[in-house]
Nanobody
């Protein structure tokens, strides 16, 4: 059983900052990519940021320069620092991990339950 749990959401004023953390636990052999997606009410889920096992990062255009993703491979954690937040950043943020539960198992995506981030204007 693999679990991903997010921490750190909440309410922040426009222009403020917020940090989200996610930890993966359970039967994990190896995690490859990790990242964050978000879904705002009435909108499709979108990629926010991704980070590979070797540390390469990718960002949505809308957050580049404002958000920073990082991870600690040995601790199975992925964090995202969000600065200069805007009302349009309001969404449920979910972390994910592409991982193997065994050396011979296929790579599978696992998701956290999501955490609310609300940016007031």
């Amino acid at each position: 059983q693999v679990q991903l749990v997010e921490f750190g959401g909440g309410l922040v004023q426009s222009g403020g900052s917020l940090n989200l953390s996610c930890v993966a636990s359970g039967a994990i052999f190896r995690i490859d990519d990790m990242g964050w997606y978000r879904q705002a009410p009435g909108k499709q889920r979108e990629m926010v940021a991704e980070i590979t096992r070797l540390g390469s990062t990718y960002y949505a255009t809308s957050v580049e320069g404002r958000f920073t993703i990082s991870r600690v491979v040995d601790k199975n954690t992925v964090d995202i620092q969000m600065r200069a937040l805007r009302p349009e950043d309001t969404a449920v943020y979910s972390c994910y991990a592409q991982l193997r539960t065994h050396f011979s198992s296929p790579i599978t995506d696992y998701w956290g339950q999501g955490i609310q981030v609300t940016v007031s204007s």
